[in-house]
């Protein structure tokens, strides 16, 4: 698959079926097990335009959806201007290594520069050597670990 042949767009209420299936691809690549109250509850906030929750889709030629991306914009306390988190990126695993990924992140970096956004950051699990191939050519790591307690 060329680069050509993708576009990255904003989620469209037809993407549903495909966007569920890759965002469960995505939570189990983390070893959760999907929840559909959770999923269900997302999908409801990445098409409310008051919610800080937006999705990207890549797709394919025929605008079936290969990749995904569930963003949050919030507030910062070191910045002045919000700042993106690009929590959820997943590519169909038969597609990986074609560039999608690069895109997706690429498409949030034009739009962060357009709306004025302070950064863009996104986290992944240390093991994720294939994906730190591609981040690392974004910033280097930086340094920082995660710590999180789930209170549910």
């Given at each position: 698959?060329?680069?050509?042949?993708?576009?990255?767009?904003?989620?469209?209420?037809?993407?549903?079926?495909?966007?569920?299936?890759?965002?469960?691809?995505?939570?189990?690549?983390?070893?959760?097990?999907?929840?559909?109250?959770?999923?269900r509850h997302l999908w409801q906030r990445l098409h409310d335009p008051a919610s800080s929750v937006f999705a990207i889709v890549a797709v394919d030629a025929n605008d079936v959806v290969i990749g995904i991306a569930?963003?949050?914009?919030?507030?910062?306390?070191?910045?002045?201007?919000?700042?993106?988190?690009?929590?959820?990126?997943?590519?169909?695993?038969?597609?990986?290594?074609?560039?999608?990924?690069?895109?997706?992140?690429?498409?949030?970096?034009?739009?962060?520069?357009?709306?004025?956004?302070?950064?863009?950051?996104?986290?992944?699990?240390?093991?994720?050597?294939?994906?730190?191939?591609?981040?690392?050519?974004?910033?280097?790591?930086?340094?920082?670990?995660?710590?999180?307690?789930?209170?549910?």
């Amino acid at each position: 698959m060329s680069l050509t042949s993708v576009t990255i767009r904003p989620l469209r209420t037809a993407d549903e079926p495909r966007w569920r299936e890759l965002f469960d691809g995505y939570v189990r690549f983390y070893e959760r097990a999907p929840s559909e109250p959770i999923t269900r509850h997302l999908w409801q906030r990445l098409h409310d335009p008051a919610s800080s929750v937006f999705a990207i889709v890549a797709v394919d030629a025929n605008d079936v959806v290969i990749g995904i991306a569930n963003c949050l914009i919030h507030e910062n306390t070191t910045q002045l201007a919000p700042v993106c988190y690009l929590q959820d990126l997943f590519v169909d695993p038969e597609r990986r290594r074609g560039g999608v990924g690069q895109q997706l992140i690429d498409w949030l970096l034009a739009k962060a520069k357009r709306e004025g956004w302070s950064r863009l950051y996104w986290h992944t699990k240390e093991t994720n050597y294939l994906a730190r191939i591609l981040y690392d050519k974004y910033a280097p790591h930086s340094g920082f670990l995660k710590y999180s307690i789930d209170i549910r």
